[in-house]
């Protein structure tokens, strides 16, 4: 069984899985890293969605080799330790989730928007595809943007 | 002219709370027998109460769970900490957080002192642990306050007791009682005396009134709120189950079809990672060590399939039987002016986003189960007789879920964990996938509607609706509440069917039109089904919106002004009114958009919703703007009022433009969101305003479901005048534009 090395959340990882098994099963079957979430399992749905070297990937699509001597950050390792994320920050302050299931990938899919652009238009924040079943994308959109100013500012 | 509806006094109802025995202070609360009685009629109105106005569905939930003793246990322990055990599910409504509000306010405590943790399946509760028709903040907003309530009067007691002071003369805030002479006692230091049973409690314990609350009617953020955001809130799949590995199923390429024979068991069994390949009844199971590997194995199971109880339904059949059951409208009376609808509506998925899932460790001798269960009594008395144990030998624990929508009324993947945990000797982890979710998972059914409403003279004579759809399932506890309470409801209700009565004492109309008259015949189809939310409403309430608007244009008549006209009172017109303000109803569109508007009212709630439609290009339409005004009669927290509301717009969003399911040959073609067209931001409104009204009355109505039909309404009322076509059949825009996964 080959094995892969690389990083989660700052904390380095070795795994013996086959090369093409999914990242998503290595994180949360392997490494107990259940924060991202299965909705689909086909890149559709988006809730798995977590960072590679800083870009946003599916893990459910991402092989496992693909990850060697790669940053894996998913959502347990946005916050610094109790300090949150800006992005989290704001998905308090407007209260956006309500199971909460698909947020994980939202907010790991806003953080990557905002490092791309730090004034998202609403083209933009269109352009996240990641279903909330629970209907919150408006709270979502007002976060997002709220989120940007703060960081703006800061 | 000013209305009422009668409703039944619920005020008059009382509830016992009795201490528990135990180290710090644990109470249980139960309803008194002063059960309500429906009211009756006001022969003042023209079109007579339907029997939804009399008694509602919400009713019979409270009247079902009166008698239960020990419903509530509410825990202050020694650090402060206030437990209290819900016996319902939480799916993202925001129950707990209610709860922990009325909990935090009744008992003078900060709101982050509460802990709500969702009750295990206590069968002794008999019908008062199912959670469904928006009735859980109506049939608890008593109980929970009494209950805390009765906590602080102890707290207080044991205060006065330790000082040598009148409880009359002490304090309480923010989880401290306070003496005139500046003592202070946080709860926790008195949680062990206030336990004491010799403890005297002068004057008992009464709820604050409405005027007191600091809590209760304020925003507040969900309980669970950073848990969510940090990925620290644990779904069924997240729970570390020592030994429980992953587990799928390979289902038949046919709703309902059975396992004839695996071709190549010893070959799947011997791929990387796998444990057990089992056959159980709804399909075959593969166990691994990861979801991949079982992912990977499943897929390369060679099996072959008896067939199912619908091999040949597709939906065009579905449709003709529906319409074929459908009874025509009364003719109408010579010369008398008619509007005629017909309307169609596909079946739909709940779509919950995280998928049917449990976990299951089952044992010789004990078995125990995890899942997100809205009806854990049902589930666990159906396991234990399934797998041969004594009811008191099998725990059900019921989990937070990522969604329901009225799917997880069923527990279908909690008896099948158990199944295969049994079969395989080991704790399991099952989740069905996507796209066994999307297509083997329940459905709203399929819905055919006959409307035909009579009018002369600016009058509406009369509004006929005939409504015929593929069977509800309501297997799942809420029979035993109907027939439990059927010999209280108003004449001749308690004979009818299980879906005719939960269809009566849900469905009504806001408006004076005349004689108003419904009817449900529904036809078996052997399709899997299930309430969805709002259950009849969304299509029904839906439809006939759209024809109010035709009456409307039939009679010259504003969409607006023709329903304030027809309203039954000032209640329902001031939310309208609200709703055609804030969105400035009437103001210029460019041609292909438009403006429209709807009304609904339901669960002892009223809402209105006024939206804005772009339909300029024909491949993305899009609702651009919605105004969303509730009156839930009390809003516990207005913050998720608002919450559910968006998420009913989202809903009517999605079913009424895009999504839907089509059954082919027995199976839905749609296997994912890519195909089951869920809106995603770019296809919802950019603009929402959602206005929760102050309390209009002293008890809460429901909000869960309240949302759907009123969107669904607005929605396609919009599009009617930004096309200038008639919306019939839904969802609007509905071909097959993917290719189906492979069955
Ligand atoms: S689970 Fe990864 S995109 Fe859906
Ligand atoms: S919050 Fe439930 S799916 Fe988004």
């Known amino acids: ?154 | 002219m000013t209305g009422h509806s009668p409703t039944p006094d619920r005020s008059r109802r009382s509830f016992l709370t009795h201490l528990v025995a135990a180290p710090t202070l644990a109470l249980v609360t139960r309803a008194a027998s002063d059960a309500l009685a429906p009211q009756p009629a006001d022969a003042a109105v023209p079109t007579l109460p339907a029997i939804a106005d009399l008694v509602d569905l919400g009713d019979l939930f409270i009247l079902a769970g009166a008698p239960t003793s020990a419903l509530l246990a509410l825990a202050v322990e020694a650090d402060g900490t206030i437990r209290f055990r819900l016996p319902r599910e939480e799916v993202g409504q925001g129950l707990t957080t209610a709860v922990a509000v009325l909990v935090a306010e009744e008992l003078d405590a900060p709101l982050t002192a509460v802990r709500v943790e969702l009750e295990d399946a206590r069968p002794e509760l008999l019908f008062n642990q199912l959670t469904g028709s928006s009735n859980s903040i109506r049939s608890l907003y008593g109980p929970v306050r009494q209950t805390a309530a009765t906590a602080r009067a102890r707290l207080v007691a044991a205060a006065a007791a330790r000082w040598g002071l009148a409880p009359s003369a002490l304090t309480t805030a923010n989880g401290v009682v306070r003496a005139p002479d500046g003592r202070t006692a946080d709860y926790g230091s008195l949680a062990a005396a206030a336990a004491d049973p010799t403890l005297a409690v002068p004057g008992g314990a009464t709820p604050k009134p409405p005027a007191r609350h600091t809590l209760v009617g304020r925003p507040a953020g969900r309980i669970d709120a950073r848990a969510m955001v940090t990925g620290a809130q644990r779904y069924t799949l997240d729970l570390d189950v020592p030994g429980a590995k992953p587990c799928v199923l390979r289902r038949p390429p046919t709703l309902g079809g059975s396992v004839r024979a695996v071709a190549n068991r010893a070959a799947v069994e011997a791929m990387p990672g796998v444990l057990h390949v089992v056959t159980i009844p709804t399909g075959v199971a593969v166990v691994a060590e990861t979801f991949g590997q079982a992912l990977d194995a499943k897929a390369a199971l060679q099996v072959t399939w008896g067939p199912g109880p619908a091999d040949r339904l597709s939906d065009a059949e579905v449709r003709t039987r529906l319409r074929a059951a459908n009874p025509p409208p009364l003719l109408p009376p010579l010369l008398t002016p008619y509007v005629d609808a017909e309307f169609d509506f596909a079946f739909v998925s709940h779509a919950p986003m995280e998928t049917n899932s449990a976990v299951a460790d089952v044992r010789e001798d004990r078995a125990e189960i995890w899942s997100g269960l809205k009806s854990p009594i049902v589930a666990r008395e159906t396991i234990a007789a399934d797998l041969g144990l004594p009811l008191d030998k099998v725990t059900v624990h019921v989990v937070q879920a990522g969604g329901s929508f009225g799917r997880r009324l069923f527990f279908d993947a909690a008896l099948e964990a158990a199944r295969v945990s049994k079969a395989c000797r080991r704790p399991v982890r099952l989740m069905w996938t996507r796209v066994d979710d999307t297509r083997h998972g329940r459905m709203r059914p399929a819905t055919h509607h006959r409307i035909r409403a009579t009018y002369a003279l600016g009058e509406v004579l009369s509004f006929e609706h005939r409504v015929a759809a593929a069977e509800t399932d309501f297997r799942h506890g809420l029979g035993e509440i109907i027939t439990a309470t059927a010999a209280g409801l108003p004449s001749g209700l308690g004979n009818a069917t299980l879906a005719q009565t939960l269809f009566l004492t849900t469905v009504k109309s806001p408006y004076h039109f005349g004689l108003t008259t419904r009817t449900l015949t529904e036809i078996p189809t052997g399709v899997p089904t299930g309430s969805w939310r709002s259950v009849y409403s969304a299509n029904t309430r839906g439809a006939e919106e759209i024809v109010v608007d035709e009456l409307a244009a039939r009679t010259g008549k504003d969409p607006y002004l023709f329903r304030r006209a027809f309203l039954k009172t000032d209640a329902q017109r001031a939310v309208l009114d609200k709703a055609a303000q804030e969105g400035e109803w009437g103001r210029p569109m460019p041609a292909g958009c438009a403006q429209g508007i709807a009304f609904h009212e339901e669960y002892k709630s009223r809402t209105a919703c006024l939206v804005e439609i772009d339909t300029r290009d024909p491949r993305h339409v899009r609702v651009t703007k919605a105004v969303v005004v509730a009156d839930v009669g009390l809003p516990v927290n207005p913050r998720g009022v608002e919450a559910q509301m968006i998420g009913g717009l989202t809903d009517a969003v999605s079913t009424t433009l895009r999504a839907g399911l089509h059954l082919d040959n027995g199976l839905p073609l749609e296997g994912s969101y890519s195909q089951f067209h869920w809106a995603r931001q770019r296809d919802t409104p950019r603009d929402v305003r959602v206005f929760v009204l102050p309390a209009t009355g002293t008890e809460p109505g429901g909000a869960g479901e309240l949302g759907v039909p009123a969107a669904v309404g607005a929605i396609a009322n919009a599009w009617a005048r930004a096309t200038g076509s008639k919306p019939r059949s839904f969802p609007l825009s509905f071909d097959v534009d993917f290719t189906p996964y492979p069955r």
């Not at chain 1, 994180?27 to 798995?48: I, S």
């Not at chain 1, 209260?95 to 953080?111: K, L, R, T, Y």
């Open chain 1, 1 to 154: 069984m080959p094995s892969h090395t690389f990083t989660v959340n700052g904390r380095s990882v070795t795994v013996d899985a086959p090369d093409d098994l999914p990242l998503l099963w290595v994180l949360r079957d392997m490494l107990g890293v259940r924060g991202p979430k299965y909705g689909c399992g086909v890149d559709v749905c988006k809730a798995c969605t977590s960072h590679l070297d800083g870009t946003d990937v599916r893990p459910c699509v991402v092989p496992v080799s693909a990850c060697a001597g790669k940053t894996v950050t998913t959502i347990e390792g946005l916050a610094d330790g109790d300090e949150l994320h800006p992005v989290q920050e704001a998905w308090l302050e407007q209260d956006v989730s309500q199971c909460g299931f698909c947020q994980p990938g939202q907010i790991m899919a806003a953080v990557a928007l905002l490092r791309r652009t730090a004034t998202p238009t609403d083209e933009d924040i269109d352009a996240i595809a990641n279903i909330c079943r629970c209907g919150t994308y408006f709270r979502i959109r007002e976060a997002i943007r709220s989120a940007a100013a703060k960081m703006r500012a800061a």
